[in-house]
């Protein structure tokens, strides 16, 4: 897992509150990217991700609330902090229940706010690393023949070599190659492993009478 | 039989029966002496006629003069009360000639008893047997003719006189009826008394006196006429009967109380509805005093307004609290008039009262209603205040909090750079700035009207603003175009107020064209001073604004935009007119809105401008 500095939105159409909360997170190590609107955002940073976004509610045009569902569509990953002047209890509820880190009220006091961030970096951290592992699982099954693919998700229902063939029609001799080919070419040892990195990458084993 | 007894029989017969019909009259109205005088005359009529048939059988020239003179005494009684019957009931005749009449008259007995004869003869020598002709003997007599008979002569030209004159009169008046009944009756007592009556004395014609006769034309008609006004009386009677039929159908039947009181303050009457609306009956309240009808707090009141109206008259409206039998209270609204004698003496009050309890009830009630949704309403709007000005204020200070924090920061960290904390500490006191601006905007809102005025520069105004607005306009691209006039006057307002009318006008400006490519979100300012105003107009290149909202844009929660809450131009409205101002919208040619204050120019002020 890498350390580099990430860099954080922060979405307000306040100017005095954007410049200040951008001097503080600055000051706190941060690398800070700022936008007035929801629009300026996805037009400019949406492609990209980012440690976590500092996201106000009440925005002209697209609103902080409708921001987080559309970041949601984009598969964006980065953690969301919502940060509003007046908050009531079903608005942060209805924040959190899609998945933000954490809902502030202005003015927020810079420990909270920090412990707040600090978290969704953090979360974003994992997030990423976990997505990284499973991209790097999917690079080496990528080459996998689609008979070898066929094999492996028969193996990994603990299935004996008989029972592969009968199952796909082919001879136990063949299934044996195949199961060496991919043990060797994904590079694990044992059947457990080889069903751990499937999990990860989310490859489901064939059930029974699938075909 | 004898022809001449028997008709003057029915003449005094007649006469009788006339005089007691006026005397029956005037036993059921007293007032109109007219039925007296004529009463009286008529029963003289009949004595008359009783001692002319005397007369005609007079035995000796004692006997006969003796009842010549009374019957000069029973002439004057019908002539006399006639006369003046006459007087009365025509109201025309000449007051002066029936007192000369009378006076005559007076005279004229007083000769009649003092002379050795009578009126008529000073002697009367022998008796004469006189034949009608129909065969009927009557006596008359020859003797010397008293020169004073010329006065009761004359006399009965004047009275002849005095009738015509007063019948005449009176058909001018319109009066034709009465009129003729005396024109008629007066021809006819001329006719056979006056011409008849000094021929039979000359001895010209050989008949019997036949005053009797003439005196029985006259008084017929006066009790013609005064049986037609008995009957046109009880035509009267009828009517009124009826209209006392429809009064007393509304009185019971009507959903309205009605009181009578006198004017020692007694309750004379009540109708059937304020007895089912009381609970008394009429006969427990007739006779007792009014006051009882209140409590004894508007008692005393209420006695005051019976003397105010008895005096100057009664007000024309009045509500009373009416205490009720079952210990209820009934809210009343009256209306009174006064009741007059014909004479005009006050004799009482009339009152209608309409029971307004229940009306008066709903009223309050809906006011109670229409209280609570004010409370409610204004409790609402408090809130969306609350709400607004938290959101106003949570803004400056979560920026100002961050500020500080960030300079503490900085300052444990060796990469301090003077200029960055130069920086912080502005933003911070501008934000600090913004937000008692906040506050005070509030409090002139809430507390309007003690606001502080002092002489404000429109022109540094709208640069005050500007510059609390500079970083927001910004970050939107939006340019500001000024064209501020040179030789704008001092107003006399509130420099707080004015500079916010400016920034939510350019404020809204900024969000009408945000829309627009970065190089047309322009915004144009200017202040221009005309005859009696100065002007502040705010121009935006945006869509301008529909026809039907441009006034109710104005209003307090109207709001085009997701977020806000629509009061910024209702602030501003109530700001302006706070200064006696003007603000409207219209859309410029070129497209886009043009919002312009006006504000009134005082003459202190101009003149400490100069």
Redesign the interface.
Known sequence: MTDAPFSICLIDDDASVRRSLQRLLMASGYCVETFPDAQSYLDGRAGEQCGCIILDVRMPGVDGLELQLRLADLEQVAPIVFLTGHGDIPMSVKAVKRGAVDFLTKPVDEKVLLAAVDNAVALYRRRLAEYRNVAAIRERMAVLTPRELEVMRCVITGAPNKKIAETLGIAEKTVKVHRARVMSKLDVASVAELLQICQQAGIEPVTQGQR | MSILTIAWSMCSAASLVLGLMQVFLWFNERRSLVYLLTALASFSAAASAMLELSLMHAESTAAYVELVRWQNLVVFLILVPLVWAVYLHLGTGRRWLAWLITGLWSISLVINFASPGSLVYLEVRELEKLITFWGETFVGVSGVRNPWVIVPDITSFLILFFFVDAAIRSWRQGRRRHALAVGIGAGGFILIGGIHAPLVDAGIIATPYMVSFAFLTMVLAMSYELVAAAVQASRYAREIEAGHRRWQTFLNKVPLAVIGITRTGLISYVNPFFERLSGYRSRELVGQPATRLVSEADAAELENRLRVAAETGPRPHSQWTLLCRPGERRQLLFSSVRQESPEGTYEGLLTIGEDITDRLRAERELSATRREMERLMRANMLGELA?AL???L??????????A??AQ??LG?EALQPQ?LAE?LE?IV??DR?ASNVIARMRSMVRKGEVRREPVDLNTAVRAALDLMH??L???DVRVVLSLADDLPLVFASQVDIQQVVMNLVMNAA?AV?GLSEDERLVAIETLRTDRHIRLSVEDSGTGVQKEIADSMFEPFFTT???GIGMGLAICRRLVDAHGGRIWVENRDTGGARFTVELPLTEAVQTSDD
């Open positions: 709400s938290a959101h106003e949570n803004q400056p200070l979560a920026a100002i909090l961050s500020n924090q960030a920061r900085l960290s960055d912080i933003d501008r934000d913004r970083s927001e910004d970050t939107q969000r945000k935009k997701s977020v």
